[in-house]
């Protein structure tokens, strides 16, 4: 059976973190998405430390569909350099896979709906 896979970024707003959220869950991308609002950040940045407020995203999805992720991501993202890391799942609820993989399974087949590929 196929794996589960978290993919971890951030957004510079919750308000972003959402549009683009419900994007990636019309398009089965993932099954589901959870918003983290009120996350500071401390990084480098052309050679600055900069602090930023920002929002997590956690997206639950098939591993099979990580790179479509990733890519969709980029594709929505404000940022230059998104963070986006894909994070394995050593476990999960057999009903909760299950879940994962019947609400992405529209894009491993023929797509159920045109209109949820976010065209």
């Known amino acids: 059976m196929e794996r589960a896979v978290f993919v971890y970024t951030t957004y510079p707003s919750v308000v972003e973190a959402e549009r683009a959220g419900r994007v990636l869950v019309e398009r089965r991308l993932c099954a589901c998405v959870n918003i983290l609002p009120g996350m500071v950040s401390l990084y ?34 404000s940022y230059t350099t ?11 609820d057999p009903d909760y896979h299950a879940w994962i993989l019947k609400e992405t399974e529209a894009v491993q087949d023929a797509p159920r709906n045109p209109s949820l590929r976010g065209e």
């Open 44 to 77: 480098w940045w052309l050679g600055a430390i900069e602090r930023g407020e920002e929002a997590v995203m956690i997206i639950k999805t098939r591993a099979s569909l990580a790179e479509a992720v990733r890519g969709a991501v980029k594709e929505l993202h």
């Open 82 to 92: 998104p963070a986006i890391l894909v994070v394995p799942l050593e476990s999960v």
